[in-house]
């Protein structure tokens, strides 16, 4: 079983729609977790922080949840500029040496 | 923009010759790491360092090593190019601005060994 688990997709929505994608990790003493956007042939870019409070960041949503190991995202009336390579990101322990662990990413394509 | 550079930015090259990649960073970070991605694999640690002369490895480290001489410069050296080498690689970068680690990318550099 790989430590970060990632629907690959391609998840193929129109604009306006909303979508969720949702990432499972095998450790159950993950300290920290991140949604990253991974444009084509560019970086990743750190889109959030994910907490286990959840939180808001404009049309995006994300959550923890500690009991089944999974965080999620929401993009809520998504743009075709959402397009993009989702990354889950899980740092398994508390500082820069832990070695943060990435999902092989979701792609999301929104359609006109 | 957390201050990364990468160069060569791109680079093809033959099998048995050796190859270096430099990370730059202006902004004093302390941690710094070289990832390789694949398509189907994601993004997987080649080295990291914690400081100049303090590197350690990831889970990919066969075949690259690594050099801090200074804080702003983090080398990744394939001694001899190999096929399987063939990849995307990001520099990163650690910042604990906001309480939490976490890593800001350089731009890549696409490799190619034929």
């Known amino acids: 079983r790989k430590e970060v688990e990632q629907d690959p997709g391609p998840f193929n929505v129109p604009e306006g729609a909303t979508v969720a994608f949702n990432c499972t990790y095998s450790?159950?003493?993950?300290?920290?977790f991140f949604w990253y956007r991974q444009d084509c042939r560019k970086e990743p870019k750190l889109l959030m922080s994910?907490?286990?409070s959840g939180n808001e960041d404009g049309r995006f949503t994300a959550q923890l949840n500690r009991a089944s190991q999974y965080i999620s995202l929401l993009i809520r009336d998504s743009k075709l500029s959402d397009s993009a390579t989702y990354l889950c990101?899980?740092?398994?322990?508390?500082?820069?040496?832990?070695?943060?662990?990435f999902g092989s990413g979701t792609r999301l394509s929104i359609r006109p | 923009d957390a201050g990364i550079t990468q160069s060569p930015r791109h680079k093809v090259t033959e099998t048995g010759t050796p190859v270096t990649l430099r990370c730059h960073q202006t902004?004093?970070?302390?941690?710094m790491y070289w990832y390789r991605q694949d398509p189907g694999h994601g993004l997987r640690l080649i080295h990291y360092?914690?400081?100049?002369?303090?590197?350690d490895k990831g889970e990919v480290s066969d075949g690259y090593s690594v050099s801090r001489s200074k804080t702003e410069d983090f080398l990744l050296t394939l001694e001899s190019a190999t096929s399987s080498q063939t990849s995307v690689y990001f520099c990163?970068?650690?910042?604990?601005?906001?309480?939490?680690?976490?890593?800001?990318f350089g731009p890549g550099t696409r490799l190619t060994v034929l």
């Open positions: 990163a970068i650690s910042d604990r601005r906001g309480g939490t680690d976490t890593q800001y």
């Open positions: 450790n159950s003493a993950s300290q920290s």
């Open positions: 994910v907490y286990s």
């Open positions: 990101v899980v740092n398994p322990g508390y500082s820069s040496a832990s070695k943060i662990i």
């Open positions: 902004e004093n970070h302390r941690y």
């Open positions: 360092s914690y400081g100049v002369k303090d590197t």
